[in-house]
């Protein structure tokens, strides 16, 4: 029996509606397992600034550090549009990010046979899709210097990105790739640009040898980002684990995303390096705070309820519960039961609410 610190941050938007919906999962969880969460909420993004002019505070930050995990619904909104850049919405959850060093974004793309029908592709090619999508997150094109426009003597200008990973950097995150490849299918791709980029060739040669070295029991393979661009969208099933860098990552985890229906729909993890047998790790919901439905109960829950689920997994070592959240969404959407956003002919709309007590519902079922 185990009793583990939760942090959730609902933040601004349709974050607190969503949010509510995950303290009822955790109250659910909290009455039906061995292992009891202490809950605590803090204010991130919009609601902070107004409360206390930042967008995440140090007392928030250092509770977040000392968190077994976090769960953040989502930030920002038009109402703080004007507010300075260092102190907008985002950069609450950025900093979060940088501070707890969190390098590894996980973003799974599961196409639910009941939506396999409102995806852009052929059902066949996307019903019952489950690929894990591993982005670097801390380096790479986005953080490598020098990062600036100039100004040219013949009066054009020059913009210039880096794009630096170092071998550790590499390391790291494929074997975040590998170690969850193990739990999965046992079959893991890394996507690079080998043929023009020397990070590419420096990617290459340090996940071939740590598939080689450290996981030789996987399947491994190496594939160029663009071709793997091509592949998910001609057969995505053929892949498994993804393992790329901070730009491609961005690509590619937004093109598996899109395959399997809503925003709404969409879990996601980033966790940092093991200290002591645990990783810090934050679950959030890849939406934004959606201000055109906020507070009309009109949100989908499940992106957010998915993302506690993967936190019972990644961060809590409750498979067993994290497989009965996921089994719980999977049925009530075969039930026909459907969020605004992804309603379709001949199902039942329900409310946002009413999703989530739908999805407790099913998880006492499948726990009798
Ligand atoms: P958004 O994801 O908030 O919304 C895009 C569209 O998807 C909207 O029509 C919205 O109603 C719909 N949608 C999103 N989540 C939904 C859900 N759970 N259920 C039903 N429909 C849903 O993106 P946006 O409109 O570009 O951004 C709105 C605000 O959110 C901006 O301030 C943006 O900066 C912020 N944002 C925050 C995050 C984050 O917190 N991680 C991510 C993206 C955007």
Redesign the pocket.
Known sequence: MANYDLLLLP?D???PE?MTEVEGVVDWLNGQTQNSFNVETELV?GSAIEAHGVPVTNETVEKADKADAIV???????K?DGVDFEIR??AG?LRLRKDLDLFANLRPAICYPALAEASSLKPEVVEGLDIMIVRELTGGTYFGEPKEITDLPDGQKRGVDTTVYTTSEIERIVRVACDLARKRSKKVHSAEKRNVMSTGVLWHEVADRIFREEYSDLESHHILADNCAMQLIRWPKQFDVLVTDNLFGDMLSDEAAMMTG???MLPSASLGAEQAGKCKSLY??????????AGTN????I??IASFGMSLRYSFDMSEAADIVDKAIANVLDAGLR???IMQDGMKQVSTSEMGAAIKAEMSKLSA
């Open positions: 933040g938007g349709i974050g969503v993004g953040l619904g989502a930030v920002g909104g038009p703080w919405p985002e959850l809503s925003l709404g959030e919901p890849v939406h934004g705070s959606a201000p055109d439905i009109q949100a989908n829950p992106a957010t969020t605004a956003d």
